[in-house]
Nanobody, 124 residues
Framework: QVQLVESGGGSVQAGDSLRLSCAAS???????MGWFRQTPGKEREGVAG???????AYADSVKGRFTISRDNAKQRLYLQMNSLKDEDTAMYYC???????????????????WGQGTQVTVSS
């Protein structure tokens, strides 16, 4: 089992940047990991994922603006978010599954462990 704690959310203006961080209680190199987001009344959607082999995937809506990365030494997962838009407003969750995702990097049902979330609010 792994505990995940997100941080770095906040309220920003459209066009600004934020970096989300997810601290893991176990080495992140053991897990396929991802970032998901959810707004009230909508399903949780995959934003970005990174597998143990370095494979990454992004939702079409964030390609070219968001970058997922991991720091194995610090046991952390990051999401660098640039050129933020109003529609990026959501609760963002870090997720993990032991081993490989086998290309299901953005499918929420693939992940077993979840953090509590960090709110991102973008206003224009």
């Amino acid at each position: 089992q792994v505990q995940l704690v997100e941080s770095g959310g906040g309220s920003v203006q459209a066009g600004d940047s934020l970096r989300l961080s997810c601290a893991a209680s176990n080495p992140v190199s053991w897990y396929c990991m991802g970032w998901f987001r959810q707004t009230p009344g909508k399903e949780r959607e995959g934003v970005a994922g990174t597998d143990r082999n370095g494979e990454t995937a992004y939702a079409d809506s964030v390609k070219g603006r968001f970058t997922i990365s991991r720091d194995n030494a610090k046991q952390r997962l990051y999401l660098q978010m640039n050129s933020l838009k109003d529609e990026d407003t959501a609760m963002y969750y870090c997720a993990a599954v032991f081993g490989s995702c086998r290309s299901s990097l953005l499918e929420r049902n693939r992940f077993d462990y979840w953090g509590q979330g960090t709110q991102v609010t973008v206003s224009s």
